[in-house]
């Protein structure tokens, strides 16, 4: 079973500051997507991320995936209230190459 | 397009009650999942399939079957509710093609409550 751990669990801040949340596993994963999830919503896809040490940048947020494709880091500038959702970590891999998810960061973002 | 389309949104069952929650995409995705959210935690994959006659287990199969009869449709079935299958249940369909999995595209969940 290939598991995926996120850090931190919750995480509270006010507008303005910086952040980042990671996503570690010992598995090595063949593609690795980040979502953000809104209360009473399903998640939605931020960001699929394929080769290692590679960077991508969606405005203030901007995701890296580890030199070995065992861990990811979003980081998010400036943080504001509209940032506010369940973040989500989901790797393929495995031998049917299904989607599993980490349990999230829950984060607030406070005016 | 309708994406994912999951039904009902709300059902509450009582303690060894059956019902089949029913998950259909337009999208001619080969992969398609059960998942189970509990309140502030992540998704725990219940059930996938690769395609159309293959199912497999996932993390937390047990108390539910499915079937994948067709591309379009996954349902899942709980056959003898009990209060730990309470929790907000989502479809979820994808294209993987040699070891990449494509955006995944989710319903818009349905809230079970057993009691």
């Known amino acids: 079973t290939q598991l995926l751990e996120q850090s931190p669990q919750f995480l509270s801040i006010q507008e303005g500051e910086n952040l980042t949340v990671y996503c570690n596993s010992s598995s090595v994963f063949s593609s690795l997507q980040w979502y953000r999830q809104e209360p009473g919503e399903g998640p939605v896809l931020l960001v699929t991320?394929?080769?290692?040490?590679e960077v991508k940048k969606l405005k203030r947020l901007t995701f890296q995936f580890g030199d070995a494709r065992k861990d990811s880091s979003l980081h998010i500038t400036a943080a504001q209230p509209g940032d506010t959702g369940l973040y989500l970590c989901?790797?393929?891999?495995?031998?049917?190459?299904?989607?599993?998810f980490g349990k999230g960061t829950l984060l607030t973002v406070n005016p | 397009n309708a994406g994912v389309t999951q039904t009902p949104k709300f059902r509450i069952l009582k303690i060894g009650q059956s019902m089949t929650l029913q998950c259909a995409q337009d999208?001619?995705?080969?992969?398609m999942y059960w998942y189970r959210q509990d309140p502030g935690m992540g998704l725990k994959l219940i059930y996938y399939s690769v395609g159309a006659g293959i199912t497999d287990k996932g993390e937390v199969p047990n108390g539910y079957n499915v079937s994948r009869s067709t591309t379009e449709d996954f349902p899942l079935r709980l056959e003898l509710a009990a209060p730990s299958q309470t929790s907000v249940y989502f479809c979820?369909?994808?294209?993987?093609?040699?070891?990449?999995?494509?955006?995944?595209?989710f319903g818009q969940g349905t809230r079970l409550t057993v009691v």
């Open positions: 989901a790797g393929g891999g495995g031998s049917n190459y299904k989607l599993t």
């Open positions: 979820a369909s994808s294209y993987s093609l040699s070891g990449r999995n494509t955006e995944a595209f």
């Open positions: 999208m001619n995705h080969n992969y």
């Open positions: 991320v394929v080769t290692g040490g």
